[in-house]
C-alpha cells in the first residue's frame, strides 16, 4: 500500500481557451480502465479482500481508515490518494461516511503524476 496526496499546489495553471483553473494530473492509462465513485455511510465497509487489478482509491470527502495485510489502519482523509498492487489485501472502513473515487486498470502508475505522502 502507498499513499500519494492530491493537492493544487502540485497543479498547473491552465490558461488556454480563456480559462483560469488549476489542473493536477492523477493517472494515465493506456490500458482500460474502470472508474467508479464509492459512497460509505456511516459504519461503512469495503471488506477485506485481494486486489484484483492495480487499485487506486481517492478520497474526496469523509473520513476513513484503510489497511493492507498488516492489521495495522491508517486514518486516510480528503486529498489523499491510497493504491494498492494487484493481488495486495486491503480493507477500507469509516466510522462517519466517506466518499471516494475508485480507479482499476491493469496498467496504473500514481508515481507519474502525484507526489508520496
Not at 20 to 42: D, H, Q
Not at 44 to 56: F, T
Not at 78 to 105: C, M, Q, R, Y
Request: aromatic fraction near 12%.
Amino acid at each position: 500500500m502507498k499513499f500519494y496526496q492530491l493537492s493544487k499546489e502540485n497543479g498547473k495553471n491552465i490558461t488556454q481557451f480563456k480559462s483560469n483553473f488549476i489542473m493536477s494530473r492523477i493517472i494515465n492509462t493506456e490500458a482500460p480502465a474502470s472508474i467508479g465513485c464509492m459512497y460509505l455511510e456511516e459504519n461503512g465497509v469495503i471488506g477485506y479482500h485481494q486486489a484484483a487489478v492495480p487499485q487506486l482509491l481517492l478520497i474526496l470527502e469523509g473520513k476513513g481508515y484503510v489497511r493492507s495485510e498488516q492489521e495495522q489502519y491508517f486514518q486516510v482523509q480528503p486529498g489523499d490518494a491510497v493504491f494498492w498492487e494487484k493481488g495486495e489485501w486491503h480493507e477500507t472502513k469509516t466510522d462517519n461516511g466517506l466518499t471516494g473515487i475508485v480507479i482499476e486498470s491493469e496498467q496504473l502508475n500514481p508515481a507519474a503524476f502525484m507526489p508520496l505522502k
